[in-house]
T-cell receptor, first 114, second 114 residues
Framework: NAGVMQNPRHLVRRRGQEARLRCSPMKGHSHVYWYRQLPEEGLKFMVYLQKENIIDESGMPKERFSAEFPKEGPSILRIQQVVRGDSAAYFC????????????FGNGTRLTVT | AQSVTQLGSHVSVSEGALVLLRCNYSSSVPPYLFWYVQYPNQGLQLLLKYTSAATLVKGINGFEAEFKKSETSFHLTKPSAHMSDAAEYFCAVSLTGGGNKLTFGTGTQLKVEL
């Protein structure tokens, strides 16, 4: 049973470019969460999605960041016009429900903005 | 609002010695508390969680944690450290038992020396 799959593992973008991070949840999981880990810091919640719906985006920056989880295919975290401060590790996690099921984390995408 | 504070960003122990990683929480409602471990370039793995069933929680790899309401603490311990325990450890708090929208501490890097 494959775990949470994130790709790419490493992504390098120049300032002003777009970054697209992909997350395929575990089989049978319909809840996806994105977290960001800045250097020397813990993970910070960004957004919680279910299929075709954004449930909670209280941790998302107001501009340049967006997320989706379509009916078919992986969840996408999109960062437009990246800046150096966006350099971080982005982790996706999935679960079967929103209350009692534990989160399963992917290995993350490490974004470097040059 | 919830928060966790991890005292000591770096802890070093000798192999075979007691491991003690400290975590204090703040929560306006009865909290759900978690410890996660992160190995280099990997995602987070759940070690254990407290969901009010028992104050002493046993996790994987010989770790355990005790919930102390009077001290608002949830410290992680292991009687005898092993080299393979070297990793970063995160304490987290959530409003739900599944711990989906987690608030993480800043992490404690555990080093195990011969």
């Amino acid at each position: 049973n494959a775990g949470v799959m994130q790709n790419p593992r490493h992504l390098v973008r120049r300032r002003g470019q777009e970054a697209r991070l992909r997350c395929s949840p575990m089989k049978g999981h319909s809840h996806v969460y994105w977290y960001r880990q800045l250097p020397e810091e813990g993970l910070k919640f960004m957004v919680y999605l279910q299929k075709e719906n954004i449930i909670d985006e209280s941790g998302m920056p107001k501009e340049r960041f967006s997320a989706e989880f379509p009916k078919e295919g992986p969840s996408i975290l999109r960062i437009q016009q990246v800046v150096r401060g966006d350099s971080a590790a982005y982790f996706c996690a999935s679960s079967t429900d929103s209350y009692n099921s534990p989160l399963h984390f992917g290995n993350g995408t490490r974004l470097t903005v040059t | 609002a919830q928060s966790v504070t991890q005292l000591g960003s770096h802890v070093s122990v000798s192999e075979g010695a007691l491991v003690l990683l400290r975590c204090n929480y703040s929560s306006s409602v009865p909290p759900y508390l978690f410890w996660y471990v992160q190995y280099p370039n990997q995602g987070l793995q759940l070690l254990l969680k407290y969901t009010s069933a028992a104050t002493l929680v046993k996790g994987i790899n010989g770790f355990e944690a005790e919930f102390k309401k009077s001290e608002t603490s949830f410290h992680l311990t292991k009687p005898s450290a092993h080299m393979s325990d070297a990793a970063e450890y995160f304490c987290a708090v959530s409003l739900t038992g599944g711990g989906n929208k987690l608030t993480f501490g800043t992490g404690t890097q555990l080093k195990v020396e011969l």
